[in-house]
């Protein structure tokens, strides 16, 4: 038994949730599948937020955030925009329909379309991961906005997220390596070891090597 086949992660039961932060003036967010609730008393939730993603340093300059969890009526949209790009290039909320959030009491917008639930979060304690933070939160405001049920990770990628375009063969012969997550490909006959996808933030194991 000293297997280590990384697809076993893959079994793992995983929600997914918006993370937003706001910092100065700045509103962003992004997109995680860690929030648990960790104690009851008092009621305590973790959530690990990727070191790369922006929100990451607001909430750790902040101490603050807000979790919207994400719901079966989600569209496809939701994660492109949250999880598709990075707020240090974008403002994600410029375009974003001011009908589909809510501002929480301290300013941290919190996802209303698509969502059942949203909870804000004040840090009391971070644990270094080494790819994430993880922040230890006391909630101080939660609500239930649907009754229908929560997306899981599964859930999203059966039934939410767009089946990959079939790869046909060109006479370049160019090795293609995909990612398995969000589509973005990366052209080159070998990926980095360290390769971190730039969109979704998943590592090579996440790639699939295709030759076109």
């Known amino acids: 038994m000293n297997e280590m086949n990384t697809k076993a992660m893959y079994k793992l039961s995983y929600g997914l949730f918006v993370c937003t ?8 967010g992004c997109i995680i599948n860690t929030a648990v609730q960790v104690a009851s008393d008092p009621n305590t939730i973790s959530i690990a937020v990727n070191k790369a993603n922006f929100t990451h340093d ?25 999880g598709f790009q990075s707020g240090r290039d974008v403002d994600k909320f410029a375009d974003f329909p001011k009908s589909s959030y809510e501002l929480s009491d301290a300013g941290i917008p919190f996802i209303t379309e698509g969502t059942n639930a949203c909870f804000a979060l004040k840090v009391k304690q971070e644990v270094d991961l080494g790819s994430h933070t993880l922040f230890i939160c006391e909630p101080t405001f939660m609500t239930v906005l649907s009754d229908t049920s929560s997306c899981t990770y599964e859930y999203y990628q059966n039934n939410i997220k767009p089946k990959p375009q079939a790869v046909g063969t060109t006479p370049k012969g160019e090795t293609v390596w995909r990612c398995t997550i969000c589509g973005y490909e990366y052209v080159g006959e070998d990926l980095p070891d360290d390769f971190i996808c730039p969109i ?3 590592p090579k194991d996440d790639f699939e090597k295709i030759i076109r």
């Not at 719901?71 to 949209?77: G, I, L, P, Q, V």
């Open 58 to 82: 607001m909430i750790k300059e902040t101490g603050l955030c807000n979790i919207s969890v994400i719901s079966n009526d989600a569209k496809f949209e939701l994660f492109k925009h949250f």
């Open 21 to 28: 932060a706001k910092r100065g003036d700045k509103l962003n």
């Open 200 to 202: 979704c933030k998943h």
